[in-house]
């Protein structure tokens, strides 16, 4: 059967139903740039859910290049791991375009602890070492495997995850992000850490202990 404008039922049906879907929102983790680039002005004191861009006229090639993730990281700290980051912050050329890239070194037991990025899927390599990657899905199922250099992993958006030296060596991953700032909370610096402190009541209930074994966790993180 055909409508008014001359178009079937079928037709009509599907014409509505792609112009519902161009009309809802993105959920791509950034979004969609709408310039070849968008250099970030880190500086400025401006910010619309993102970075300002700098002025064309004072744009260098140097804005497309960063070296930092060619450095080794210093493992000597707690978790005996170190993540260098390579988001907007450090390569202001990254901004709008949806993606940047860490650089995580461990000495021998080292640990990458358990945490989320609340704005990007993660995906990594494995470049040498050993290492136990692991995450944990809203149903409280675990996810692990142990992989060796040229082995890749994926971690879904918002999923606590976690990369363990299990190796006798070093080891060393590349992990890559489709946000240019995918932020990073730490479990354990969230709950024991924070500032200021979440109340004790709060902790000793939800971990089902007492104040002194709460006291003894704050303690090692130097609160």
Not at 55 to 78: A, C, R, V, W, Y
Not at 112 to 137: M, Y
Request: net charge negative; hydrophobic share 40%.
């Amino acid at each position: 059967m055909l409508t008014s404008s001359g178009l079937s039922f079928h037709q009509l049906f599907c014409l509505t139903l792609s112009v519902l879907l161009l009309l809802l929102p993105s959920h791509s983790a950034d979004p969609d740039p709408l310039q070849d680039f968008c250099v970030a002005d880190v500086n400025s004191s401006l910010s619309v859910n993102g970075f300002p861009c700098k002025p064309t006229s004072q744009i260098t090639s140097d804005d497309f290049f960063f070296d930092g993730l060619s450095k080794e990281g210093n493992t000597t700290n707690l978790n005996k791991a170190t993540v260098t980051a390579g988001n907007v912050l450090a390569f202001p050329g990254l901004n709008t375009l949806g993606i940047s890239m860490n650089r995580v070194d461990f000495a021998p037991g080292g640990i990458n602890p358990p945490h989320w990025h609340p704005r990007a899927s993660e995906s990594g390599v494995v470049i040498e070492g050993k290492l136990l990657v692991g995450f944990v899905t809203t149903k409280n199922v675990y996810y692990s495997k142990v992989l060796s250099a040229g082995q890749m992993f994926v971690v879904p958006r918002g999923l606590v995850h976690f990369q363990l030296n299990v190796g006798e060596g070093k080891a060393l991953a590349f992990t890559a992000f489709n946000s240019h700032l995918p932020g990073s909370a730490v479990l354990s610096f969230n709950m024991f850490a924070s500032t200021p402190s979440i109340p004790d009541a709060v902790l000793t209930k939800a971990f089902q202990v007492d104040d002194d074994v709460i006291s003894s966790i704050r303690s090692k993180f130097g609160v």
